[in-house]
């Protein structure tokens, strides 16, 4: 994702140190170029002329050329023999030509593909806010505290897992019967082998160049495949590391979360009838509001377009997308308005419209988050908006970008949000996204704020790593390691760790936190694929535990921040709906949302609706967590919930 500077309007106030390059200054050669396959490449699919793309996986510099982490090398296919009934030995031979030279236009530079690593087992990560010192702490929800070490604080990604060593110059290392021949096909491309099968290389295969310059200047035979016709200029660089066996990263974790133990957790069970009450204590229809939801429009996953937030005892913002014509001058291009969100603030008790709001978004995700003291904040245009329970504006934050991510802790005080920086130009993106399939990944600038939209810290990473996850004293990390292993990790403002939980999951994990300071994790059993939830606190004792039907989507839970309670929504689909397959909003065919007590877990209530919205927004606690608002079958349902 991208960098950009961030003004806050409402204040006067600019940050240029946001405006820091990303991009090293070219320096003198000294060592290879460390990058990374963007997509599988196989000998029997590949075309001869064919392009490959790599990425720069370090900061790198030399010949003239200063390329950033994330960067772009251009290859080709220079021979492509798969293996025949004939011929057993199959042949791929690559050479680079072209580079991201300190900027996002491509530059003519060639490179000689030096040594070959399989990929390194895949690591979720997100970006870590670390204190540098706080020897006196930081309370918990003491905005005030945090403001004051923002010169104290940086914000950092980790890097992946380390592969077990690196590979030495004309060698391939960790893929079987594969073999490497440095400068020894045509158009002095590297060479790669295989006897009796295809040679293949994953998506994220680790690579090693070296600029031709460089290499075919210190060493007059590089097409020597043994240690004796090691270039002497970069060969110190292209050593052996042994890592650490006692690293987290080869540890294999014991899958366990903690227990379940009554009577400070509770196992989830289906609702009983008695349960749902037959009625909701108000129901408002809002059809006449403008709200005409395309139930017939197929969609992958739920999506963002409707959206509830209580702003007082009886007042509740419903924004939803009126699926209006949006107006597009001129040739379509990334900002360009995509769809428009009409929001109502309704007082439910009177039934009666107080404020309407119309916005415009370039993106389809979510635009609605609810802040402390019935506040709202909202995604328009191109900047961020706070708004008070009248529904007036109080301060705004210019986004010089499109949002990528936007977190909010528990207690509404502290915001994390990303905001997508290009990283290439438009006719190397498009060329990307054409040989990938999807977008290529873009650099994102992660401000951490209060929500005044102060900053207390920042830094640069990159679309693939995972947002992160606030809590009202620290943040959450998620660290993937093989087979199906996961380490979920609670880090403090004071920068201590704490292991929360190692477990399994046939599923990438899905984290979230909520009011009044609680974590959501939504994984899949390894066999069956069956999703299950768990509610925890930020020492890892569990709050509520359980599973969901395979017919049952979108698990999710919302709180309020002066609330005792929670709630958990369930969508019911029809038996034809399959995961991660087109389906429509009449294939849903009820939602149950129900709610929990924070302190233990114990079920409060559990309420049905028919014809819910296929979105993740349809339902908000109140303040108190005594009411209950759920947008399902074209009303606004208002439901008494016991609180106790």
Known sequence: MRLFPLVLLSAGVCFPSVLRSSQPEPAPYKGPVKVELLKYLSVRQAQVGASVFVRVTSD???AGCALGRGAIIEGKVVVAVPRTKHSKVSQLALSFSAAQCGGTEMASIPFLLAAVSAAPASQLSVPVIRNMG?????????????QQLSTQMELAAPAKTAPVRTPGFGEVYGIRGVNLKVAAGPERSSLLSAKDRDVALDEHTELLLVPSSVAFAASPSPTSNSPSGQDKSFGSDI?????DPTSDSMRTPNPAFAACSPPSCSTDLPAAKEEIPAHAARSISIQALGYAPRLKAEKIELDHDESIAWLGKDRVLLAFNPHRLVHREGMMTADAPLRTIHAVLLNVAENRVLGTLDCELSDSGRYLWQLSADRVLVHAGHELRIYDSQLQLKSRLLLPGPLSFLRISPNGELLS?????????PALHAKLEGDLGYPPAEDVDVLVVDNDFRTIAHTTTTSEILPPTLLNEGQLLLLSQPKHHFRLEFLTWQGKATTLAQFTSGCTPELGSFAPDLVFVHSCQVSSKAPEFRVMRPNGQLVLKGTADPGELGQEARGETASKTFAVRFLRAAPSVKFGFPFRGTDLLGEEVRVYRAADGRRLAAIHAEAPAPSHGGYALSPDGSQLAVMADARLSIYAVPTN
Do not use: K
């Not at 706080?134 to 945090?146: D, E, I, K, W, Y």
């Not at 050593?239 to 890592?243: C, D, F, G, R, T």
């Open 239 to 243: 050593s052996v590391q042994a890592e």
């Open 60 to 62: 790198w510099s030399g």
């Open 417 to 425: 949000l990303g905001i997508i920086r290009e990283r290439h130009s």
């Open 134 to 146: 706080n020897p006196r702490g930081v309370p918990q929800g003491a905005v005030s505290s945090l």
